[in-house]
């Protein structure tokens, strides 16, 4: 749907929540814990306050913070990223390559799942300083050049109430996520690809959450990057368990709810997903709960 043409209950997801997350920013700054605002977090900007990596299995590592994921599949000493997290996230990066004996050279390629801007964040940096290549679906490719984001189905305002809600928007804003992010140049997949990066995973394309979401499958490891095709804890409500992401961050929930089928059948022991836990009860269950707790 073009501009000119949105209608009301089609959001601008883009303008909206910079808007908030860039609201909260400053409130954050120039506050000191008044009711309805928040002290400014740390920023965790040096590998020194990164934990150390969590190995899901053998040669995936899990990365980020408690509420955005990305990982870091290693190959012969080779390594991709999945997906890029927030802006701010590079020294987490960077802290995880050394306790793993690798520089930022290794990494040769990023895969994102889509590209939207907590998926983005650091890729463009990757792209510059440690020559890797960035893939992604390419329904989403112009997403990741301009960082405009479509409209969603729901208006974020309208999760305000619910202090998870407020908790993400200042991890946007101490973490460099109130600004889009872009990457200049991109290389495309399609759907059923194998890429030619560092454990070879399989795209599945998966549109809903956004035109070009994928997940990829990583089949000699048992490992699905599930990306925001689904997530173990909503978060805007802090809900738990597999579930289609909110109303408010979907281009279109109906068409995410039919993408499920899609991927239900991929054999993977680990989903590992955006935002929250990784599940280790198999994919079709993680489909089988999220059908169960419906839509939020």
């Given at each position: 749907m073009?501009?000119?043409?949105r209608?009301?209950?089609r959001?601008?997801h ?11 920013r400053?409130?954050?700054e120039?506050?000191?814990?008044c ?9 965790a ?8 990596p969590?190995e ?7 990365l ?6 990305f990982?870091?599949v290693?190959?012969d000493?080779?390594y991709?990223?999945?997906?890029a997290g927030?802006?701010?996230y ?7 390559l050394?306790?793993?004996g ?7 390629a990023?895969?994102?799942t889509?590209a ?5 964040g650091?890729?463009?940096r ?6 890797a290549r960035?893939?992604?679906h ?16 729901a ?10 809600a407020?908790?993400l928007?200042g991890h946007?804003?101490t973490?460099?996520g109130a ?11 399609t759907?059923?690809?194998?890429l030619?990066?560092p454990g070879r995973?399989?795209?599945?394309a998966t ?5 070009g979401?994928a ?15 689904l ?11 597999p579930?289609?992401?909110p109303?408010a ?7 995410a ?5 899609r991927?239900?059948d991929?054999?993977?022991g680990h989903v ?16 089988e ?8």
């Open positions: 073009s501009e000119g043409t209608t009301p209950d959001l601008d883009n303008q909206e929540l910079y808007q908030l997350s860039y609201a909260h400053v409130g954050t120039s506050t000191d814990g009711a309805g605002t928040a002290r400014r977090m740390p920023v900007s040096g590998a020194q306050m990164a934990d150390p969590n899901i299995v053998p040669g995936v590592h899990r980020g913070t408690p509420l955005v994921n990982y870091l290693e190959e000493g080779r991709t990223v999945v997906d927030l802006p701010r590079f020294g987490r990066l960077i802290h995880a050394r306790a793993l690798a520089k930022l050279a290794d990494v040769e990023v895969v994102l889509h939207h801007p907590d998926h983005v650091i890729a463009e990757l792209r510059t300083e440690a020559q960035v893939h992604v390419e329904a989403d490719a112009q997403m990741a050049r301009t960082g405009k984001l479509p409209g969603t189905d208006s974020f305002l309208s999760y305000l109430w619910r202090p998870p407020w908790r928007l946007f804003a973490h460099g600004r889009p992010q872009r990457v200049e140049d991109v290389a495309t997949f759907d059923g690809a194998v030619d990066v995973p399989r795209a599945v549109p809903g959450h956004s035109a979401h997940v990829l499958h990583l089949e000699q490891r048992g490992v699905l990057f599930a990306g925001d095709a997530c173990s804890r909503n978060p805007l409500t802090g809900r738990k368990g579930q289609v992401m109303r961050l979907n281009a279109s929930t109906d068409q709810l039919a993408s499920l089928e991927f239900q991929v054999e993977a590992l997903f955006g935002h929250g836990e990784p599940w280790t009860q198999g994919t079709r269950a993680a489909v709960k999220a059908r169960e707790q419906g839509l939020s």
